[in-house]
């Protein structure tokens, strides 16, 4: 076997008594150590691994975890040597074990070993399908002799020309396709493009090795290129480790397409529910809120006891509606993909303080929206955002008339929003706990209405925006929430 690609997480003894095997039973084998599962998770970029090697005392239960559904995916097979046999920890079809012994001997078992589990896995994936596009004879006898010939795990076929390659594309499936960059009838912009139509991914090799002919091909759809060597085709030498990772690469992307095709039909399966579960509990609510009204008007001589208990019943009614609203908002958050587009906060705070007006003249809140700028955004989500923040403002106001300032200012890279009032401020140990889901600082008998969701929604309209949210703020000394964006370069 040609061209393996080892990655091996050990300690530096074993990581050379390892490499030695290998060196020694594989042909250009090339091997990447790490000395430790931190580095390892660091910098490794396993499509462009063939074979895993990992020594189970310098590994954890997460490594199997987080690598499992990758090993599945792409075939690549882990070894893990480990001390003493045992039940495996991690039961898998390209997990596998070698126990170590004291003499070292398990060194010998580890070529036929690897052989074997490469076969094994060849034999269940198959052999991947390469059309190679070239004109050239001396190129053609390359690609015989220096791939196919040391390469048998591909089935191969050459095409020499444009029309040859979209015939071949036609009639035949591929998995990938190699192609000259200059062919009699076209070019490797003709190859990519023929590629693309077929979702084939394509590696280009050339004789023109000009960093601005490579970014050209890669900015046009190529998923990788080689420079020729046109005196001994040692390119061809090079050509497996590409090939490799640019199929590995390939099943990654299919397989994180179906990730993102799952969590779009989960996503609307939860929009419907939440739309389901809003509408029918709202209805029985409101009509429990509208008979307790019934009850109060007609019952004006009934017991000031009996007052009181309808009177708290229909409060109780009034939280769980607001309940149900806030789960519902939240719930729906992320469905609201409308594209984000220039949105100008000053009109978006306006927009929000428009929605607070009652509860502004019920208590005379001054509020002070200074000029701000325009960031690229979801709207409604600004709006919603503005008007969470001063709601809170005007709801923790104490004894005092509520006065708040919407401001703007940049800081780094960020694009900050600040919301500042002059109420009863937060104790420094509440900070955290305010944007959790359901959170409350006061009591359900305290004269703060709410149920906890408001600064949950803020905060997840900010994760989706990639920005950040977090508060300025001690007890009787007002609220500062601030909210902050990456600048748009």
Not at 157 to 165: N, P
Not at 284 to 305: C, F, K, R, W, Y
Not at 340 to 348: H, I, L, N, S
């Amino acid at each position: 076997m040609n061209n393996l690609r080892f990655t091996i997480v050990a300690d530096k003894e074993e990581q050379m008594r390892i490499g030695n095997e290998l060196n020694e039973a594989f042909q250009q084998a090339h091997i990447t150590n790490y000395d430790s599962q931190e580095d390892f998770e660091k910098s490794v970029k396993l499509y462009n691994c063939d074979f895993l090697i990992a020594r189970e005392t310098l590994v954890n239960k997460a490594f199997y975890t987080q690598l499992s559904p990758f090993l599945e995916i792409t075939k690549i097979p882990l070894l893990v040597i480990r001390d003493a046999a045992g039940t495996q920890l991690f039961k898998n079809q390209v997990v596998r074990e070698l126990i170590k012994d004291a003499g070292n001997n398990y060194l010998k078992q580890l070529p036929p070993l690897i052989t074997q589990i490469v076969n094994e896995q060849l034999a269940v994936t198959g052999q991947s399908k390469i059309l190679f596009l070239e004109d050239e004879e001396i190129d053609i006898k390359f690609i015989r002799r220096k791939f196919i010939k040391l390469n048998p795990q591909y089935e191969c076929d050459v095409v020499s020309s444009i029309a040859e390659l979209r015939k071949q594309v036609g009639e035949k499936k591929y998995d990938l396709i190699v192609s000259d960059f200059n062919l009699p009838d076209g070019t490797a912009f003709d190859s990519i493009a023929i590629a693309a139509e077929a979702d084939i991914p394509i590696v280009i090799a050339t004789g023109q090795g000009s960093e601005k002919t490579a970014v050209e091909l890669m900015k046009s759809g190529a998923a990788d290129y080689l420079i020729k060597d046109k005196n001994m085709g040692e390119h061809m030498l090079v050509l497996p480790s590409i090939v490799k990772s640019v199929l590995n690469y390939k099943k990654l992307e299919a397989y994180n397409s179906g990730l993102l095709d799952m969590l779009r039909i989960k996503n609307q399966d939860l929009e419907r529910f939440a739309y389901i579960i809003a509408h029918d509990l709202r209805s029985p609510i409101a009509s429990a809120v509208l008979l307790i009204d019934t009850l109060q008007m007609l019952g004006s001589n009934l017991e000031p006891d009996m007052q009181d208990i309808m009177a708290s019943i229909k409060d109780v009614s009034h939280n769980i509606t607001n309940t149900i609203e806030g789960i519902f908002q939240y719930t729906v958050l992320d469905s609201q993909a409308d594209a984000f587009v220039k949105v100008d906060m000053t009109r978006a705070a306006e927009d929000a303080l428009k929605n607070l007006e009652t509860k502004v003249n019920e208590c005379g809140a001054i509020v002070k929206i200074e000029a701000m700028p325009q960031i690229e955004a979801n709207y409604v989500q600004m709006v919603q955002l503005f008007q969470n923040l001063m709601g809170n403002g005007i709801k923790y106001r104490g004894d005092k008339i509520p006065e708040l300032t919407v401001r703007s200012f940049t800081q780094g890279n960020e694009q900050v929003f600040a919301v500042s009032d002059n109420g009863i401020g937060i104790a420094k140990e509440n900070h955290k706990k305010i944007f959790e889901i359901f959170s409350r600082l006061h009591n359900s008998a305290s004269k703060y209405e709410g149920v906890g969701m408001g600064l949950t929604i803020v905060k997840r309209i900010m994760e989706r925006h990639n920005g950040r949210i977090w508060v300025e703020s001690d007890l009787g000394m007002g609220t500062t929430f601030l909210v902050a964006f990456k600048a748009v370069a």
